[in-house]
């Protein structure tokens, strides 16, 4: 599936919330130190951005009669016009906010080829790291007022997320108990494998792509062995002795170690994990914050049924 294949990820709890609650997953205080609300509303506008153009300009090309005759309901595209005018009002309040410092659109390479499944697959991802994003974010910003804007766009980002892999494909639609944080390194990770080229005079936003991780094959369920790959980000072979497969479901990873090996390690899924599932690559077992992540997230669709058994999606 072509959303395994994209590599990306983002995921923060905030150290005040690590003090009271039982996570593991703690943010360290070398995490991005000088980030502003503005760098953050920013980084939020950047993702807007490209999930606003991904819409609007697959949305062009897929014809009502595209959707029907890919196997969807007539009302999927309808509502899919819908998820297309929210992101267009995402991008537009946060314009507002940012004034002159906002940044413009880049240009994308979403690789959807005219093709109905590949866009809905491609758009429960998009909707999926937004979530993910935003909630990795939230303890970035300062300002109140903007944390209520940014849990009302999370939430609908969760809504249209639930909505594609839920009543558009037939799969689950929640994950755990938890969704799943994301840092803002890991979160660009993802977005840029689709981002060609962004305007030059564009606000810098202090995040940088970690080295991307490919999973073969990046078709395998739980408890199947997969194939992990990825340099150092000089683009030298990696010696795994000391680095752990940090599978990011909810808000506890499963840290599995690496081992001894050069640039290509095999990882068994584990069994147990559901759902959207991240897998970065980490010096920490404890943490899976950006400070400790050395390569990828790479993203995972575990679809499964009401009585949690994995199973295809329809479409
Ligand atoms: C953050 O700001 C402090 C104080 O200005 C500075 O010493 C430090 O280098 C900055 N860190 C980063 C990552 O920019
Ligand atoms: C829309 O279709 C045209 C013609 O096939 C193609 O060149 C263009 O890349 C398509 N746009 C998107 C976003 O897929
Ligand atoms: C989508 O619809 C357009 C216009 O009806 C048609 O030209 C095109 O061949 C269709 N594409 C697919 C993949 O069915
Ligand atoms: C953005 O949304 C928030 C929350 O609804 C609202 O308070 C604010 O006025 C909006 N800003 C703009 C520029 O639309
Ligand atoms: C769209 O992509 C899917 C998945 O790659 C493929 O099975 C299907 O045949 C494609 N549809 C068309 C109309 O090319
Ligand atoms: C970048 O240039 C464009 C076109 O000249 C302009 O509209 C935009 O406001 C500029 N962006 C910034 C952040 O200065
Ligand atoms: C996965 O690999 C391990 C050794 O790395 C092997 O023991 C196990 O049988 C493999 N599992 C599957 C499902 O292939
Ligand atoms: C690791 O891989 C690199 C590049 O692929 C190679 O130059 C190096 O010799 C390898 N090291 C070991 C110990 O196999
Ligand atoms: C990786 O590092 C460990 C510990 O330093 C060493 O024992 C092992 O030989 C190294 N493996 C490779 C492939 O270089
Ligand atoms: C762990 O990885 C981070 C992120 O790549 C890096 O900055 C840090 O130096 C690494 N720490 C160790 C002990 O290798
Ligand atoms: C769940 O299992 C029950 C009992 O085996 C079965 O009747 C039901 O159809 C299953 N539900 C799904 C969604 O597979």
Request: charged share 10%.
């Amino acid at each position: 599936m072509l959303f395994k294949t994209l590599l990306f990820s983002f995921g923060l709890i905030s150290v005040h919330a690590a003090s009271v609650l039982p996570i593991k997953r703690q943010s360290s205080t070398q995490d991005h130190p000088n980030i502003t609300d503005t760098d953050i509303l920013n980084f939020a506008l950047t993702l807007e951005h490209l999930e606003n153009a991904f819409y609007t300009t697959s949305l062009q090309n897929l014809t009502a009669a595209n959707f029907t005759k890919a196997g969807f309901a007539p009302a999927v595209r309808e509502f899919y016009e819908q998820v297309s005018e929210h992101e267009m009002t995402h991008v537009a309040n946060l314009t507002t906010i940012l004034g002159s410092q906002a940044v413009q659109p880049c240009t994308y390479n979403f690789g959807i080829n005219n093709n109905v499944s590949t866009f809905v697959a491609i758009s429960d991802m998009l909707e999926t790291i937004g979530t993910s994003a935003y909630i990795g974010a939230a303890h970035y910003i300062q300002n109140q007022a903007l944390l209520t804007t940014a849990a009302a766009i999370l939430a609908v980002e969760a809504r249209h997320s639930t909505w594609i892999n839920n009543a558009v494909r037939g799969g689950n639609p929640w994950s755990t108990a938890y969704d799943t944080p994301l840092d803002l390194n890991q979160v660009f990770t993802l977005a840029s494998s689709v981002i060609a080229s962004c305007p030059s005079n564009n606000t810098a936003i202090p995040v940088i792509a970690n080295p991307p991780l490919t999973v073969t094959p990046a078709t395998a369920n739980p408890g199947e062995n997969i194939t992990v790959s990825f340099t150092s980000p000089t683009g030298g072979a990696v010696n795994g002795t000391g680095l752990f497969a940090a599978f990011l479901s909810g808000i506890t990873p499963t840290f599995i170690p690496l081992g001894s090996g050069n640039g290509t390690f095999t990882v068994t899924i584990p069994p147990q994990l559901r759902g959207f599932v991240y897998l970065a690559i980490t010096n920490s077992s404890s943490a899976a914050d950006d400070t400790v992540t050395v390569a990828g997230p790479a993203f995972f669709n575990f679809a499964f049924n009401a009585n949690n058994t994995i199973t295809p999606l329809k479409n």
